[in-house]
């Protein structure tokens, strides 16, 4: 992006945050990590409801084992566990106000439909946002808190980021890497501008 514009947009955004409605609506939500560990449907009819996770050759054998993971069910457990409905809600509000101060940058953006989903130990990517299809899938296994000891052997430094308080600040740091672009080059000035951008855009996308 521009930076002229990208400036711009920040200081137009700064100002009409100010006067932020309170009541933002929360997002759709499919509890696909439920579907999966929490019922006796067959791949087809999950499949009914959630295609866009299934591939055509995923069939029940495959969810046989899926749901015979033992550390899975027991990550889903300590899902179920710290996220009851009040809980889900909070998350879904959450994401809804980042998409609310996002659509001030963008406002042909839609609000996206949160999806819940385990993320079978995949740290690299705790949420996944799809524009083009709508989508925002927040792996719920990977913000259990530092403390959890389904964790164990995993870095502090990546462990501290893993807890339910982060999932906003996760989710707009995303956005923000995605407004902003690629980075210019490999000089030192090139990741101090582009980072500084990332961090600034995210941090009003968080503000309250």
Known sequence: MNEKILMGLCLFFTIVSCAERDDVELLDIVRVDSLIYDSNDNVEDIKNVVPL???DDYNDSMLYVQRADT?????YNAVKELYDNKAIDDIRR???SVFYRYRNFFPKVSYPTLYTYMSHWDFTVPLLYVESE???VVYLDLFLGAESKLYSGIYDYIRHRMDR???AGTLSYHLA???VGDRKGYRLIDYVVHYGKVLYLKSLLIST
């Open 53 to 55: 996770f299934f591939t």
């Open 71 to 75: 550390l899975m069910y027991e990550a």
């Open 94 to 96: 959450e994401c809804a």
């Open 134 to 136: 709508n989508v925002l």
């Open 165 to 167: 308080k982060n999932i």
């Open 177 to 179: 890497q995605m407004a």
